[in-house]
């Protein structure tokens, strides 16, 4: 079973920036696209970022574009969210998750097979 574990969250203030790993824990990590969502309380997991499993296609909400960066590294079976221009409302937990192997990269929820146990990110203002 592939495990995730996400680092790198905390407390910053408005305009600066984090940076946030998630490391994998089996050589499938490869063949999987990996995608970034969060959540706050009382609302459904929002979409964040997403990048293929080759990391040649990446893909980001509207409201991500042009702040945050996602990549990855296979050699490190890690994934990494760089996020820059942070605003109050991106306060969240951050979950990683893992897609199934060969499937394409995708914004749903639903279609991802391993969650990580998220890391908090709080932006005062």
């Known amino acids: 079973q592939l495990q995730l574990v996400e680092s790198g969250g905390g407390l910053v203030q408005a305009g600066g920036s984090l940076r946030l790993s998630c490391a994998a824990s089996?050589?499938?990590?490869?063949?999987?696209?990996m995608g970034w969502f969060r959540q706050t309380p009382g609302k459904e997991r929002e979409f964040v970022a997403v990048?293929?499993?080759?990391?040649?296609?990446?893909d980001y909400a509207d409201s991500m574009k042009g702040r945050f960066t996602i990549s990855r590294d296979n050699e490190k079976n890690t994934v990494y969210l760089q996020m820059n221009s942070l605003k109050p409302e991106d306060t969240a937990v951050y979950y990683c998750?893992?897609?199934?192997?060969?499937?394409?990269?995708?914004?749903?929820?639903?279609?991802?097979?391993?969650w990580g146990q998220g890391t908090q990110v709080t932006v005062s203002s």
């Open positions: 998750a893992a897609g199934r192997p060969g499937y394409s990269s995708t914004s749903t929820p639903g279609s991802y097979a391993y």
């Open positions: 089996r050589l499938t990590f490869s063949r999987r696209a």
């Open positions: 990048i293929s499993w080759s990391g040649a296609s990446t």
